[in-house]
């Protein structure tokens, strides 16, 4: 039971507590961070019901976009420090990071063929990916070197090398995956490059379809936010 003084002052009786007061609550600074989604999300709902913290007026919110970084965000006012932010990332799907496109990402006989075995719902030719499949198992190579080294005696030298490899495997393929985190699947060609080392033979992809897709996705990601945020303020970094 809380302490308290009972007082009668003209002949009415008022109660007094004793002890500590609770610490009052003051307000916490919304920031948020998630997919590209998120600015656009946030202000399809807050646009028209928001409270005071989080309220979208055209005068105060500042949209700032980042094409480099694949970054938007909003700030609904720069000048309250508990104003709510959002930030809105592109990220590479998990997909594409397991492939390693373009990203220098190399493979051995057995992982590669493990990445294409595990990896068929993105085939969207199922058979085409069986072929890639048994030929990768079955796979031989022979490797061809001519070195030449030329002198004479006036000091003048010329050196060649020359290194082919032949297989008798398929050279590319057609994958249906998503580019960026949360959105759609596309499909583009892919090549399969080989490469001799110490070791043996190593593996990657490359794909110039998937280069100029990401140009393309990147734009069509902003003008799609973009649209919600028609009226503020928007800076491009």
Same mark, same amino acid.
């Given at each position: 039971?809380?302490?308290?003084?009972?007082?009668?002052?003209?002949?009415?009786?008022?109660?007094?507590?004793?002890?500590?007061?609770?610490?009052?609550?003051?307000? !916490?600074?919304?920031?948020?961070?998630?997919?590209?989604?998120?600015?656009?999300?946030?202000?399809? !709902?807050?646009?028209?019901?928001?409270?005071?913290?989080?309220?979208?007026?055209?005068?105060?919110?500042?949209?700032?976009?980042?094409?480099?970084?694949?970054?938007?965000?909003?700030?609904?006012?720069?000048?309250?420090?508990?104003?709510?932010?959002?930030?809105?990332?592109?990220?590479?799907?998990?997909?594409?990071?397991?492939?390693?496109?373009?990203?220098?990402?190399?493979?051995?006989?057995?992982?590669?063929?493990?990445?294409?075995?595990?990896?068929r719902r993105f085939f969207p030719n199922k058979e085409e990916n069986a072929k890639?499949?048994?030929?990768?198992?079955?796979?031989?190579?022979?490797?061809?070197?001519?070195?030449?080294?030329?002198?004479?005696?006036?000091?003048?030298?010329?050196?060649?090398?020359?290194?082919?490899?032949?297989?008798?495997?398929?050279?590319?393929?057609?994958?249906?995956?998503?580019?960026?985190?949360?959105?759609?699947? !596309?499909?583009?060609?892919?090549?399969?490059?080989?490469?001799?080392?110490?070791?043996? !033979?190593?593996?990657?992809?490359?794909?110039?379809?998937?280069?100029?897709?990401?140009?393309?996705?990147?734009?069509?990601?902003?003008?799609?936010?973009?649209?919600?945020?028609?009226?503020?303020?928007?800076?491009?970094?």
């Amino acid at each position: 039971m809380k302490p308290e003084l009972n007082l009668t002052v003209s002949g009415k009786e008022s109660t007094i507590l004793i002890g500590t007061a609770n610490t009052p609550l003051l307000p !916490v600074k919304l920031e948020i961070s998630g997919n590209f989604s998120s600015v656009g999300n946030f202000l399809k !709902v807050k646009k028209s019901d928001a409270n005071e913290f989080q309220e979208i007026l055209t005068e105060n919110a500042i949209v700032t976009c980042d094409y480099d970084n694949l970054t938007i965000k909003l700030e609904t006012n720069p000048n309250d420090e508990y104003a709510t932010v959002v930030v809105g990332k592109g990220e590479y799907s998990n997909e594409l990071k397991e492939f390693g496109i373009n990203q220098g990402k190399f493979f051995t006989r057995e992982s590669l063929i493990k990445i294409l075995r595990y990896n068929r719902r993105f085939f969207p030719n199922k058979e085409e990916n069986a072929k890639l499949l048994s030929s990768y198992q079955n796979f031989t190579a022979s490797v061809k070197k001519d070195i030449s080294d030329n002198s004479d005696l006036r000091g003048n030298a010329a050196r060649s090398f020359n290194k082919q490899i032949k297989t008798d495997i398929a050279e590319n393929f057609v994958i249906s995956i998503p580019i960026f985190k949360g959105e759609s699947p !596309v499909t583009f060609p892919v090549e399969i490059c080989i490469e001799e080392n110490d070791s043996g !033979v190593r593996f990657w992809f490359e794909s110039v379809e998937l280069a100029e897709l990401l140009e393309v996705k990147k734009d069509a990601l902003f003008e799609r936010e973009l649209q919600f945020c028609e009226g503020l303020a928007i800076i491009y970094k």
